[in-house]
């Protein structure tokens, strides 16, 4: 008689149901008492567990793509992420980490060969300020910014941003003194500029004076060593971009912009100096010099010339020194111009 009454076991959708129902209770529960509250808490917790186990799979079991699209749809067809993100905080630090995996996994999750997350966060761009903005928040930040990089996977997540009021923040972020989160806040600026290039590119066209001033001035010029490092890799990596051609060309036009450059070259670390090679050979490679960077670059030429002959790297590699012969080229050959 026993087996009779075993409960059925739950679907991907009732553990759904249930985890927002207990979001929507943890979010209002102001004035619940504190032995129901933490009972629920509890239950929560659980819930999230068993999201994570059913996306992700376990040691004993590979995930199961029906069970996965079910709890995907289910997911998404209400606002259990809305109602995720604003109590994250609320989580303790083991259900933050499994929420934090349960929306990254959602991202990538497909039913009938769509996107869905990214159907709905078309819908409730505003979640990204909340993600966003949780770099001020010392405890959330590396949650939040995680789900942020997972988000912007999606090209209108990753163009609301780029758009928004708060990507001139990351600016600050990167340089915050927390290391891990400046860390994690470099990851997902990187991942914003790198990933969706026609969305990058139109964005970097239309922003380009306030951008650049700004990442010349607060990370190639800042007095921390890894950020001056991390900021003229992603430059190279944006200007050497094919996509990213019309900014390339705008950028080596500026006799500002090579100033700085020059002082990179200079520097006593020798990654930071590749990395801004790599950049100036932009501008020696530039047929159409303005007649201020022929100017800089003749008046420095014994000393580019002896700094490049003086260039010691550990791993050096054929196509760099095929770059470097280019450049030395480049620079012997310049003829001072008068200006017309």
Not at 203 to 209: C, G, P, Q, V
Not at 245 to 260: C, F, G, K, P
Request: charge should be neutral.
């Amino acid at each position: 008689m026993k087996g009779l009454f075993k409960s059925k076991p739950r679907t991907p959708v009732d553990v759904v149901r249930q985890t927002r129902d207990l979001l929507v209770f943890v979010d209002r529960s102001g004035d619940a008492r504190e032995s129901k509250r933490e009972e629920k808490m509890a239950d929560l917790f659980k819930n999230i567990r068993e999201m994570k186990s059913i996306l992700y799979g376990s040691s004993e079991a590979e995930p199961v793509a029906e069970a996965c699209a079910q709890l995907t749809q289910e997911f998404f067809r209400e606002n259990t992420l809305r109602l995720l993100i604003i109590c994250l905080p609320k989580l303790n630090l083991e259900a933050r980490k499994d929420a934090t995996q349960v929306v990254a996994n959602l991202q990538r999750q497909q039913v009938h060969s769509r996107l869905i997350a990214s159907d709905y966060l078309e819908s409730n761009l505003d979640l990204m300020d909340i993600l966003m903005a949780g770099y001020e928040n010392t405890e959330m930040a590396l949650h939040y910014g995680a789900m942020l990089r997972e988000c912007i996977r999606h090209q209108v997540v990753a163009k609301h941003v780029l758009e928004s009021q708060h990507m001139k923040k990351f600016f600050d972020y990167i340089q915050l003194p927390n290391f891990d989160i400046a860390a994690d806040a470099a990851a997902t600026f990187k991942e914003l500029l790198t990933r969706h290039k026609s969305t990058v590119a139109d964005f970097l066209t239309k922003n380009y004076d306030w951008f650049f001033e700004e990442y010349n001035s607060k990370l190639l010029e800042s007095n921390n060593y890894i950020t001056r490092r991390q900021a003229v890799k992603l430059l190279g990596d944006m200007l050497l971009d094919r996509s990213n051609s019309a900014v390339m060309t705008r950028y080596v036009s500026s006799r500002d912009n090579l100033r700085i450059l020059m002082n990179l070259l200079r520097e006593s670390s020798k990654s930071i100096q590749m990395e801004a090679f790599h950049v100036f050979k932009l501008f020696a490679a530039n047929q159409n010099k303005p007649l201020d960077i022929i100017g800089i670059l003749v008046a420095n030429r014994s000393k580019l010339l002896r700094l490049f002959a003086d260039f010691n790297f550990d791993k050096v590699y054929e196509q760099f020194e095929a770059d470097k012969a280019q450049v030395v080229k480049e620079i012997e050959a310049l003829e001072p111009r008068e200006s017309s």
